[in-house]
């Protein structure tokens, strides 16, 4: 029944979303104009074919800087930078588990100490300040979002895995001899899960603000070079839709993270182990 409720949900809010910026963009201010209007020199026919070629409702508007509808230009966007995102989300996660897990698993308090010095250092520069070293250095645009991401998913990662290890039944898994990493996968990540996927879900939210900064960087033809050219041109059609994928998106990963959620009451806190 709650996934049934959250699915629909997520649709109502599909709807609605997709409805609202159909209006928005409808009655905004300078919808369907064209600085071609405004030639003296054209018929009332032909700027009347202008207006009809700007008719775009039902594809979510028609971008004037770009001329082409707004559909299009997000159907063209959309793979490129699903591909980057979830390139840089594999590489910043394998990153913050790498920087997390051994210190704790291993009890090794130097090595946790190293792992905060390199999980920081990425912290000190903004996602577009990251984008532009990297590219002077050619490094390749799915490493500029995963460095971006990297310093707080390291944080919260890390301080979900210190809570789990001062837990009792971690330390009872430790005092009755079980290995660094069967303690990790049984008593620390299985009841975790649920927490880990809520911060997955975050983490497709900080992924879409690092695209944009590294496709306007290194020139990428995805959803974040079209936001910023869009935002230089005041291109309001593209925006406003660009800002309902982005809610769509989001409502989607959270709906994700909450259907994981659920399985994780029905997990033992032990384990079962004896």
């Known amino acids: 029944m709650k996934g049934a409720a959250a699915l629909v949900r997520l649709l ?11 209006v928005m963009i409808r009655f905004s201010p ?12 054209l018929s009332s026919a ?14 979510l508007g028609f971008s004037v800087s770009l001329n082409r509808p707004v559909r ?16 840089g989300l594999a590489g ?5 588990a790498v920087l997390a ?7 090794m308090p130097w090595l946790g100490a190293a792992a905060n010095a390199l999980g920081g250092i990425p912290a000190a520069l903004p996602a577009a300040g990251i984008a532009v070293a990297l590219f002077r250095l050619g490094a390749s645009p799915r490493w500029m979002i995963a460095l971006a991401l990297v310093p707080r998913l390291y944080q919260y990662l890390r301080g979900l895995l210190v809570k789990a290890y001062s837990s ?4 009872m898994a430790r005092g009755k001899g079980l290995g660094p990493g069967r303690v990790l996968w049984s008593h620390v990540l299985r009841p975790a899960r649920g927490q880990i996927f809520a911060l997955a879900a975050v983490s497709v939210n900080m992924a879409i603000g690092a695209a944009v900064a590294v496709e306007a960087v290194c020139d990428l033809p995805g959803l974040g070079q079209l936001a910023w050219k869009a935002a230089l041109a005041r291109d309001l059609p593209v925006l406003v839709a660009l800002t309902i994928l ?17 399985a994780e009451a029905a997990a033992p806190a032990f384990g079962g182990e004896r």
């Open 72 to 87: 299009e230009l997000l159907a063209e966007r959309c793979g490129p930078t699903a591909v980057l995102m979830l390139w």
């Open 246 to 262: 982005i809610a769509l998106v989001t409502q989607a990963a959270n709906f994700a993270a909450d259907q994981a959620a659920p």
């Open 30 to 41: 300078g919808y369907g104009l064209d600085e071609n209007q405004l030639d003296p020199r």
């Open 168 to 171: 009792p039944h971690v330390l």
């Open 101 to 107: 897990a051994p210190p704790l698993a291993l009890r």
């Open 46 to 59: 032909s700027q009347d074919a202008i207006r009809r070629s700007h008719d775009g409702i039902g594809s």
């Open 92 to 96: 910043a996660w394998l990153l913050a």
């Open 12 to 22: 109502a809010v599909a709807l609605l979303a997709g409805g609202l910026a159909c």
